[in-house]
C-alpha cells in the first residue's frame, strides 16, 4: 500500500514547497506594499497584494495539510495515548487514523459541492479584484482529498498516527 501512495507523497511535498513559496510571497508584497505606500508610490496594484493574500492563506493551509499529516506534524494530545496498554496503542491509534479519514472525506464531499454549486451559478468573490468563489473553494476537497489518503499511511504503514509518548518530543 505504501508503493501506491509515494506519487501522492511526492505530490504533497511538491505542494507543501509551493505553499511555503506562496507564504513567502506573500510576505514580500506585504513589505513591497507597506514600503510603496510609505514612499506615496501605492496604486491600484497594491490591493490586489491583500487579496492574493486572502486567498492564498487558504491555499497555503490545504496545500501543506496532508504533507503535516504525513509528518505527524499536527496538533495532538498523546496523553490518552500514553495511557493506553502497548497492545491496545496500535489499534487504537489506526482506529483513531479511520476515524480522520471519515472525517476528511465527509469535508471533501461537502466542500466538493459548495465549489461546484459556486461553478454552476458563476458566484464571484468581491474583493479588489473580482475572482470566481470556486476558485477559492475548490482547494478544499483537493487538500482534504489528500489528507485522507495521507492517514492511509498510519493504517496500512508501520508507523501509528500516535507515539504513545505524552509531552513534547521534537
Do not use: N
Request: charged content about 10%; some cysteine; proline content about 4%.
Amino acid at each position: 500500500m505504501t508503493a501506491l501512495l509515494r506519487p501522492i507523497d511526492r505530490l504533497c511535498d511538491a505542494l507543501a514547497a509551493l505553499a511555503g513559496i506562496y507564504l513567502s510571497a506573500i510576505m514580500l508584497g506585504i513589505v513591497i506594499s507597506a514600503l510603496a505606500r510609505t514612499f506615496h508610490l501605492s496604486g491600484s496594484w497594491s490591493s490586489h497584494v491583500f487579496t492574493f493574500a486572502e486567498f492564498g492563506l487558504l491555499y497555503i493551509v490545504m496545500a501543506a495539510s496532508p504533507w503535516l499529516v504525513r509528518q505527524r506534524g499536527h496538533v495532538f494530545i498523546e496523553i490518552v495515548t500514553a495511557a493506553l496498554p502497548s497492545t491496545v496503542r496500535g489499534s487504537f491509534s489506526r482506529l483513531v487514523a479511520v476515524l480522520c479519514i471519515v472525517i476528511c472525506l465527509v469535508l471533501v464531499w461537502y466542500t466538493w459541492g459548495a465549489a461546484a454549486k459556486a461553478y454552476r451559478f458563476g458566484d464571484a468573490e468581491m474583493r479588489s479584484l473580482d475572482l470566481p468563489k470556486w476558485l477559492l473553494l475548490g482547494a478544499m476537497p483537493i487538500g482534504f482529498g489528500l489528507m485522507a489518503l495521507q492517514f492511509l499511511h498510519f493504517i496500512f504503514g508501520p508507523q501509528t498516527l500516535h507515539t504513545g509518548q505524552a509531552g513534547v518530543h521534537e
